[in-house]
């Protein structure tokens, strides 16, 4: 089984990175899904710096899901960094949150996200939200060509 695309799972609560695991494995997503449990590690493996600083800088995500509500750094800010830097500019990130407030889903695309989705608190529906993510970012969506590092 080759897993030669990557997702990155930000987040933090161990229980929705395990429900989240499980239900990709359940959709049958077969990528390799590589989780940081806090913004810093999330920047620190997209900018391959710190713990990560000897990981292949080619290899990037085809898609990133970002909780909002993180330690160290919070989504938002690791989103306007994300937008901020030329090497990860056109990556896509999906804020997935259990955040349902306005001024979330406002301030997350006026930062450049790509999509919000709120986490549905239904096993069953959480099951059918992560197929269809990946469904959509991981086989339908044509990603902008990948900026060299």
């Known amino acids: ?4 695309r990557i997702i990155l799972l930000v987040e933090d609560n161990p229980d929705d ?20 449990r806090d913004g810093e590690e999330a920047l620190e493996y997209l900018f391959a710096t ?15 899901l970002l909780d909002l509500k993180l330690p160290k750094v919070d989504g938002l800010e690791v989103l306007r960094r994300v937008r901020a830097d030329e090497r990860t500019r056109r990556l896509p990130v999906v804020v997935l949150t259990s955040s349902n407030e306005e001024r ?8 450049g996200a790509n ?6 608190v239904d096993f069953g529906q959480f099951m ?16 902008a ?5």
């Open 115 to 120: 999509s919000f989705v709120q986490k549905p």
């Open 104 to 111: 979330d889903i406002i301030r997350s695309y006026d930062l």
């Open 50 to 64: 710190g713990s990560f600083a000897e990981r292949d800088r080619k290899l990037m995500p085809e898609v990133v």
């Open 128 to 143: 059918e939200a992560a197929r269809q993510l990946g469904l959509y970012w991981l086989v339908l969506n044509q990603l």
């Open 145 to 149: 060509p990948a900026r060299r590092f």
């Open 1 to 4: 089984m080759i897993r030669s």
């Open 17 to 36: 990175a395990d429900l989240t695991l499980a239900a990709f494995e359940e959709s049958k997503t077969l990528n390799e899904i590589v989780i940081a």
